[in-house]
């Protein structure tokens, strides 16, 4: 299908293919699914998981007390998530981009964005830090490949090639934690 018709004085109301209508064999219920909901909770989860690791895992390094990676984590996961929902919210009205209303996408990404954060910052609630740590390394892991999984199947992103990403930046974000809360308690 070409983006001209070939008469154009035969269809007036003609308009060439943008980012609000739908791609070939997709449905525009389908589409407004995917930008509306699925992509703000991808955005969220990506951020929540990721930009908590580092300063949870400091923070566990550097105390030994996993109480305190938990308030950390709690802190960082909400702060985030506030922040990220006002950033989506804020960010268009989602008339041109076809991306929905905005408090409704700002909800979701906020939401998803605690989500992400808290997910590997409830193993800190028990009070033994190693057992926290192995509990929180498994649930990272999970994450991560939950995310892969989620671009994968909805933005149809290469499977390899998106838990290379996911995981690797996931991993270098997880390393800096690690690595800092070790320096400092040296």
Not at 131 to 141: D, I, K, N, R
């Amino acid at each position: 299908m070409t983006d001209t018709p070939p008469n154009p004085s035969v269809n007036a109301g003609y308009t060439s293919p943008t980012a609000s209508q739908p791609a070939s064999g997709e449905s525009a219920q389908q589409q407004s699914f995917l930008l509306q909901k699925i992509q703000p909770a991808l955005l969220g989860l990506m951020d929540g998981s990721v930009s908590t690791l580092a300063p949870i895992f400091a923070v566990a390094g550097l105390t030994g007390k996993p109480i305190d990676a938990f308030f950390v984590g709690l802190a960082a996961s909400v702060g985030a998530g506030i922040s990220m929902g006002l950033a989506e919210a804020l960010s268009d009205d989602g008339v041109m981009s076809g991306r929905g209303r905005p408090i409704l996408r700002g909800a979701i990404t906020g939401g998803a964005t605690i989500l992400g954060g808290m997910l590997h910052t409830l193993p800190f609630l028990l009070g033994n830090l190693h057992t926290a740590l192995l509990l929180a390394y498994v649930v990272v892991v999970c994450e991560l490949l939950a995310i892969a999984y989620i671009r994968f199947h909805y933005m149809r992103s290469p499977l390899p090639q998106t838990i290379l990403q996911v995981v690797v930046g996931g991993g270098v974000v997880f390393g800096v934690g690690v690595w800092l809360g070790r320096l400092g308690a040296s």
